[in-house]
Structures are given as C-alpha cells and as structure tokens.
C-alpha cells in the first residue's frame, strides 16, 4: 500500500545505535525485524540497537502500520537510512586503514581490510573519530557524526503466496468439526525473521479457523447483540487447534528493497477457504452442503440435530 515512512538512525560514539521509527508496531515485532537490518548493515550485535517506537517529538513523519507493509517500510527506510551510516563509516574506516571502502569488511563490531584481517579498527573507534574529528580527520567535505534519515513509499502492492491443507473429522451424530492436521507453504519474500513470520501465520491461521467454524454476531430480536463478550463470541482456543505444520518459499519481489513482501493476512484469507473445503469434502457423502461461515455443528446435523 501506498504511504511514505521514514526512519532515523544515529550511532553514538560508543558505536551503540539508536533508530527512530515511523511506523508503529501492534504486536507484529517492528523492533526485532528493523533491529536486525540496521544491526546487518552495521555490523553490530542487535544488541548495540535500540528502536523507538513513533513519539510525535521524536519521531519522522510517515503514514502507519496497516495492510502488511511493516516489512516493506522498515527495508525502504530503516535499512537504506543504516547503509547510508554505513557508507559513511567505510569512508573513515578507508582513511584510517590507507585502503578503498571497496576493499574493506564490516563484521562483528570492526572493520577490516578484505584479506587482511589483522589490519582493521573497531566501529566504536571510527564513530568516537566521526563524532569529535581531530582537525583532518574525516575524508574531505564530511560533516561530523553518524546520522540519516530516509523516507520510502513503496512504488506498488507486494503480494505473498500460500498453499493452506486442511485435514479435518466431522462427528456424524453430532456434526462437530475438529481440525486435525494444518500445513501452510508460504512466500514472503527473504524471510528476516522466521520466528516472528511463523508466529504470525500461527495467529492468522488460528484466527482464520475461528473464523470459518465458531466467530460471528448475533443479535437477538430487538437487535441486542447476544455475543457481546469473548466467551459468548466464541474465539478459538489453544486446545481446540492442531499442531500447525509451516515451510518457507523466498521469492523476491522486483518492487521492494530486499525483495520483501507483506505476509500478515496470509493465514487468515487462506484458512477460512482451506476450512471451509475440508468440511465439504467430508460430509459430501452425506449429501449436506458447505456455503456459509461459519459452519456450525447444528448446520451440519440439518434434520438430524432438532
């Protein structure tokens, strides 16, 4: 989706990082995810990184947290906004080391020359230089510190892949459906970070299987709604769900930074379908017929359950 975001990343000179962000998390790990990709493009541990989550006095502009482009934001801002920092830290390091930027390697907190790893400095040494340059220490024409800013609007939508299999039992006498097996394949591009992806799609699937076999409003015949809370509306529990079974595909996308592609609402589309087939297939035989969510066990029973 359309919307610029930016982000702000500042390296200290201790060589510890700070990045401001423009998009807000809401559960979905901004500050793991935008972490790692400033931390790779330093070369510092994730450690060395702290993330602020939007504040109006601190934080670059930018559009919001919606339709699953958290990914696609944080590599078109916070991970373009750290290889300009990291440009720039080559270019010291270069001059220290009497070597191109071209030539050189940054790892593990240090900078050294390709080949030649005994001949380098740590990047707490070259932001100490960057931040209270000595007269002539930094390459011609380059302000001091360690700072950018970068903003991003996506050029056009990202869509991932998934294949949802639903193996599920339907109690005859009862018409009661439990999901037994639950497998996902699916494609989000370079996966950054595959806990957080595969929690996602657990949260997505669950609530996708929610959706297709017990959540939905009711109102009574004055229009008071019967479902108004968690217990009476019915969510999913842990118990009720299967192990779910997850792989990866990692398609690039040609129109984002890194190749990355939002991948929030791929258990939820993909489950209510996956679901809703199962259950059909199923009872086929018995001649009763799936075509509204969510199936409910007296819809199965038709006749038989009054």
């Known amino acids: 989706m359309p919307g610029h ?4 990343v500042e390296m200290a000179a201790d060589g510890s990082v700070t990045c401001y962000v423009s ?3 809401q559960g979905q790990g901004h500050a793991t995810t935008t972490g790692q990709l400033v931390a790779d493009q330093l070369g510092v541990p994730l450690e060395a990184v702290t993330v602020r989550q939007p504040d109006t006095d601190t934080a670059p502009g930018g559009t919001g947290t919606f339709a699953s482009r958290g990914a696609i934001a944080q590599s078109g801002a ?3 906004a750290a290889a300009t920092v990291r440009r720039k830290l080559l270019a010291i390091a270069g001059r ?3 070597a191109s930027p071209a030539d050189l390697l940054l790892h593990d907190g240090r900078v050294s020359v390709r080949g030649m790893p005994d001949r380098g400095v740590s990047v707490a040494e070259i932001a100490r230089l960057a931040c209270a340059p000595p007269p002539g220490g930094l390459p011609p024409g380059m302000e001091p510190g360690l700072e950018a800013t970068q903003s991003f609007d996506p050029p056009g939508p990202t869509f991932s892949g998934a294949v949802h299999v639903a193996g599920v039992e339907v109690d005859p006498e009862t018409g009661r459906v439990t999901v037994r097996e639950y497998t996902v394949v699916e494609d989000c591009g370079p996966v950054i970070n595959p806990m957080i992806v595969e929690g996602q799609i657990h949260g997505a699937v669950a609530q996708g299987i929610g959706e297709a076999l017990s959540e939905r409003l009711v109102y009574d015949e004055s229009g008071q709604l019967a479902t108004g809370t968690l217990m009476d509306y019915a969510l999913p529990v842990a118990g009720a769900l299967p192990f779910f079974t997850i792989g990866h595909l990692e398609t690039p996308s040609p129109l984002t930074p890194g190749g990355y592609k939002g991948m ?3 258990g939820t589309i993909g489950a209510p379908a996956a679901i809703a087939n199962a259950v059909a297939d199923a009872v ?5 017929r799936v075509t509204a969510l969510p199936i409910l066990p007296a819809t199965l029973r038709g006749d038989r359950g009054r």
């Open 5 to 8: 975001e930016a982000a702000r």
């Open 23 to 25: 998009f807000p998390s």
């Open 78 to 80: 916070a991970d373009a």
């Open 96 to 98: 220290l080391l009497e």
């Open 264 to 266: 929030g609402e791929g």
């Open 284 to 288: 086929k035989p018995l001649g009763v």
